[in-house]
């Protein structure tokens, strides 16, 4: 078996290599199995390591050393590849995929945890052929996430505060995108909306918490389509969507349980891909059930119900 650390050294404002480099040592100084720290050049670097080592190697457990944008491109390289697994090891302050544990969320922080932790499949969404192991989206979140980028970039702004320039600025652009919606069988809609989202787990965006019990492996999504409001009834709407409580909405909030969404737009427009944007003018979201590994760390309790019985 071999062990691949993929260091993002720009995630997070800042270079983790060198604490990551010497956790990693210090784990196997007494183990026998083979390890590498590889540190990323450049955007997608990762899944072409992944996939060049996946090729070599009988055993592959993949550790995404960043936030999660780093998580995503190694799920990437992993999808669909049964001698790898991969799981998130954040070297930041915060990473959307591990909230979705609650209290159990730093178990992804601990090495010894995650060298002795056991491979359970979940779920991926395949959005036009890029893997969301997450949360994907369509409307004002998207464009509010894309652009925090660029608003955190200016003198005295940063972190928290470009959420919120970036919020400030897309209300008063437009909060709604005509489109055309499609969820599976069960519901067609075309018109104005705010947002489509499609959720394999619970949180995004910084605090963004629309599913309180998705989990990413039941081969469900859970999928939400917000349709037009205005600048009074905004706050009230993104507000109940962003805590999970939609269903006090119902009149503006759809939810449903399916595997498939399409969304046509009039124009090209920003798609959210676990933090990560797609520019397109047609989108579908389609959940491929059991589609990476997941490498769990051995505290974790989330999946006891599916985790192997040790003989």
């Given at each position: 078996?071999?062990?691949?650390?993929?260091?993002?050294?720009?995630?997070?404002?800042?270079?983790?290599?060198?604490?990551?480099?010497?956790?990693?040592?210090?784990?196997?100084?007494?183990?026998?199995?083979?390890?590498?720290?590889?540190?990323?050049?450049?955007?997608?670097?990762?899944?072409?390591?992944?996939?060049?080592?996946?090729?070599?190697?009988?055993?592959?457990?993949?550790?995404?050393?960043?936030g999660d944008g780093t998580f995503n491109e190694c799920v990437c390289g992993a999808a669909l590849r049964?001698?790898?697994?991969?799981?998130?090891?954040?070297?930041?302050?915060?990473?959307?995929?591990?909230?979705?544990?609650?209290?159990?969320?730093?178990?992804?922080?601990?090495?010894?945890?995650?060298?002795?932790?056991?491979?359970?499949?979940?779920?991926?969404?395949?959005?036009?052929?890029?893997?969301?192991?997450?949360?994907?989206?369509?409307?004002?979140?998207?464009?509010?996430?894309?652009?925090?980028?660029?608003?955190?970039?200016?003198?005295?702004?940063?972190?928290?505060?470009?959420?919120?320039?970036?919020?400030?600025?897309?209300?008063?652009?437009?909060?709604?995108?005509?489109?055309?919606?499609?969820?599976?069988?069960?519901?067609?809609?075309?018109?104005?909306?705010?947002?489509?989202?499609?959720?394999?787990?619970?949180?995004?965006?910084?605090?963004?918490?629309?599913?309180?019990?998705?989990?990413?492996?039941?081969?469900?999504?859970?999928?939400?389509?917000?349709?037009?409001?205005?600048?009074?009834?905004?706050?009230?709407?993104?507000?109940?969507?962003?805590?999970?409580?939609?269903?006090?909405?119902?009149?503006?909030?759809?939810?449903?349980?399916?595997?498939?969404?399409?969304?046509?737009?009039?124009?090209?427009?920003?798609?959210?891909?676990?933090?990560?944007?797609?520019?397109?003018?047609?989108?579908?979201?389609?959940?491929?059930?059991?589609?990476?590994?997941?490498?769990?760390?051995?505290?974790?309790?989330?999946?006891?119900?599916?985790?192997?019985?040790?003989?």
């Amino acid at each position: 078996m071999k062990h691949l650390f993929i260091v993002n050294p720009i995630a997070g404002g800042r270079d983790a290599t060198g604490e990551v480099r010497a956790k990693v040592e210090a784990a196997f100084a007494d183990r026998a199995d083979e390890f590498e720290v590889y540190v990323t050049k450049a955007p997608m670097d990762a899944p072409e390591k992944i996939r060049a080592e996946a090729e070599r190697c009988d055993h592959l457990r993949v550790y995404a050393c960043g936030g999660d944008g780093t998580f995503n491109e190694c799920v990437c390289g992993a999808a669909l590849r049964e001698n790898v697994a991969v799981c998130p090891f954040p070297t930041g302050t915060g990473n959307d995929f591990c909230r979705m544990f609650g209290e159990e969320k730093d178990a992804f922080r601990d090495l010894d945890a995650l060298l002795r932790g056991w491979e359970h499949s979940i779920d991926l969404i395949d959005c036009n052929g890029r893997w969301c192991d997450n949360i994907a989206s369509v409307g004002i979140d998207a464009r509010i996430g894309c652009d925090v980028h660029k608003y955190s970039k200016l003198p005295l702004i940063g972190g928290a505060a470009g959420y919120v320039v970036s919020l400030v600025v897309n209300f008063f652009k437009g909060l709604c995108s005509q489109m055309r919606i499609r969820v599976g069988d069960e519901y067609r809609a075309e018109g104005r909306h705010t947002l489509v989202c499609a959720c394999n787990g619970r949180f995004y965006g910084g605090g963004f918490n629309p599913s309180l019990d998705a989990r990413p492996d039941d081969g469900e999504l859970d999928i939400f389509v917000v349709d037009k409001v205005n600048l009074l009834q905004a706050a009230g709407a993104i507000g109940k969507y962003s805590s999970g409580r939609s269903d006090e909405l119902p009149e503006l909030i759809r939810h449903f349980r399916g595997t498939e969404v399409e969304i046509t737009l009039d124009k090209p427009d920003v798609v959210n891909i676990d933090g990560e944007a797609m520019v397109t003018d047609r989108v579908v979201f389609r959940l491929v059930p059991g589609a990476a590994k997941l490498l769990v760390p051995a505290t974790l309790h989330f999946f006891d119900d599916r985790r192997p019985v040790e003989t």
